[in-house]
């Protein structure tokens, strides 16, 4: 561990010098982790380690010896993976999956596959490794014995709770009690990595390709004839992004067989610009792409008024199973969701499927949003908070892509008390509108109010760009150096 892990223990009174040196000493010859050591010496209590865990990192931990967990959870996510990785799922309330990782460095990474694997948003809390492993071990068993939680060791008599600890909680004397209820953590932002698959050489003009479309010991080969006669049709527009050029060619010879008219993008970016400059009938869009990831891509997408009707069918070889299918299809507007390796036949028929579903649908009166989003900006504004949340989501059924719903949703459940709520919906407006400063200045106010500084410090960073004047950029700046200064 670092010397500031080392400064924060002294600091806070944590342990003693003399403590601390045995414990350095003994973390020296075993490899465990510090305050796991001074933790296993009896020189803290997990509470005041979990608090200096905390406060080194500047997010919420969790004392696992003063929780109570309801095992049911535990099957969102698989013991191999809990043990991998040394994450334990905690509870799902406020509709995020709370989950508790030794590992804070690896805390972006983490979320994002749980979130995936999931499909729901995780706040994500530190804890000491040595006790996290543990109660993996002792949970996971007491949910093959069939029993409906697992208790701490110091956990107060009650329903599921997990005790919260704060950056800046200081230790608690013996006599008192640790217990918060579920609702103080968030995550780290997600980053998707930007690969690609191999390259590979042209294909000829009506020669019979065998490829496999895919990648893995377990790829399939498909023959494909490229010299069929083409279904008739009118000529409609295909986007096809795929950074592997094998692949971009494969799929816009089967597509122009069939009569459509075919582009063709290597990476997110050129994907994004040949939209905007002439929206296509439908984009056939790779999961991983260069530049910009392809998720991002369909975010976009479905942000911009003038693109969100777009149909979207994602590709991947990556992301697989129906939880991924599912967030893209409710999270990222994708209207289908392909697997590779495919055949290509399945993938033409699909792409006409989407078409005649999307043409049907938007030949039929659409029904507007804003009348609902106006009703419930009207119902906030007179306080009747109940009616306006009722509005608001009624309004995201029709158009799940508007900022502002989410926005003004975000703001009626923050009144009704519903934070996590208020901090999920503050979160998927700024994702559809990264700029929108009221958005981001609400979103870092609920992260400072709910213990996340560096969640706090890193969303006023963004709204200080997004500032409209001076003024405001200054307020901006006190409160980040504020922040900083905590």
Known sequence: MSATTRDLLLARGTVSPEALVRAEAEAARTG??????????GAADEHALVAVLAELHGVPGVDLSRSTLATDVLGLVPRPVCEADAILPLSTEGGRL???????????????????????????????????RRVTQEAYEALAG???????????????????????????????EAISEVGEGD??????????LPGGAPLEEGEVIEIAVGEGEDEILHEVAMGADPAPSDRRRVLVVDDEPEIRQLVEKALAARDFEVETASDGEEALARVQKRPPNLVLLDAMLPKIHGFE?????????????????????????????QDARETYGAEDYIEKPFRLDDLLRRVEAVLEATSARQSEPSASAEPLLQRGREMLQAGKVADAVSALEEALAIDPFSAEAHYQLAKALRLRGEHFRAMTAFERSVELRPKSFPALRSLAALYTEKGFRRKAAETLERALAAAPDATTREAIKSDLLELLGA
């Open 146 to 176: 069939g029993q409906s939680e697992w208790r701490g060791p110091a956990a107060a008599a009650g329903p599921g709770r997990i005790a919260v600890v704060l950056p800046g909680d200081l230790p608690l004397p013996a006599e008192e």
């Open 187 to 196: 995550l780290e932002p997600i980053e998707e990595p930007d690969e690609g």
């Open 98 to 132: 709370h989950l508790a990782i030794a590992s804070p460095g690896d805390a972006a990474r983490i979320v994002a596959e749980v979130r995936f694997v999931t499909g729901m948003e995780v706040s994500a809390y530190v804890a000491l490794e040595g006790p996290l």
């Open 32 to 41: 465990r982790p510090l305050l796991d050591q001074v933790l296993a010496l």
């Open 297 to 325: 891509v369909a975010r976009k997408l479905r942000s911009d008024v003038r693109t969100r009707g777009v149909p979207i069918v994602m590709m991947t070889a990556i992301y697989r199973g129906w939880r991924f299918a």
